[in-house]
């Protein structure tokens, strides 16, 4: 395997994605807009064990789908992802979504470097600010609709979002942990199902079977409404583990997401993007 296959996944390398010097952050898929309802109670024949309350325990080979369309379902959210690759920590990143008739708008904001760098998705246009400090501070930069960038916006959202869980298939292993309470982004306790469950990682990397020394683990704790409320996954590869958390909250909330105002959108490219791309 190639020691690049960490960073092919997407658990890994969306999350943790920056681009050095560019910041090229965005959103784009988010799962299949027209399945949008969850399997029905008891269409799989697997045991299932007895749960608290209302819950009732996802069968394995519904988990990862019946959890992505809950969470699309929502409308929206926000999510904060944090990332470790090789021991080295990534920017955290704070993200703010919405769906809509296109796909989905949405804000993302990282510190890279003690700069603050927000990006904005709306209609299918990307807005970057706070790349340079000073004058282009208060400026957003319209980013070129080139397809390797757009296909880059792409191949982040997945990192993000439960239906970036779907390309892994039907766990390889499945355990239903039990009901446990889980803190949101915003603080709040819930009570959640902790499901861990572990992934062939091979099934991103276009190879067959997992190599010796690989494996993927993923604990989801999901709400009373089969929405994430947390995913810690964890890729052991080559010697090296590649985590990445993401906590959720804010379900259905209006962000009031909306594309600068004209006046204050450039098509200059900021200094420090000219500088890395020559």
Known sequence: MSSQFP???????????LVALGALLGWGYLG????????????????????PGDFQAIPAKELFATVASAQRAAGGWEVSSVAEMAGEKTPTTLQQVAITDNGADFRIEMTIDGTLVEGLWI???????GFNPKKWAESWYRVPDDEAQQSQFATMVEASSAASLTAFGEPATYDVVGVEQVSELDDDVVEAVHYRVT????SLSGQQGAAA???FTIDLWVDAEDRPVQVDSTLSSGGQDYRTTLFYSDYGKDFGLAA??????????PPAMRRSAS
């Open 7 to 17: 960073r092919s996944t997407a658990l890994t390398a969306g999350v943790a994605g």
């Open 199 to 202: 992934v062939d990682p091979s």
């Open 213 to 215: 020394g690989e494996a």
């Open 123 to 129: 209609d299918q246009v990307f807005y970057l600010q």
């Open 260 to 269: 600068p105002a004209r006046g204050d959108v450039t098509e200059r490219t």
């Open 32 to 51: 299949d807009k027209d399945d949008d309802t969850r399997p029905a109670a008891g269409s799989s024949a697997e045991a299932l064990p007895e749960l």
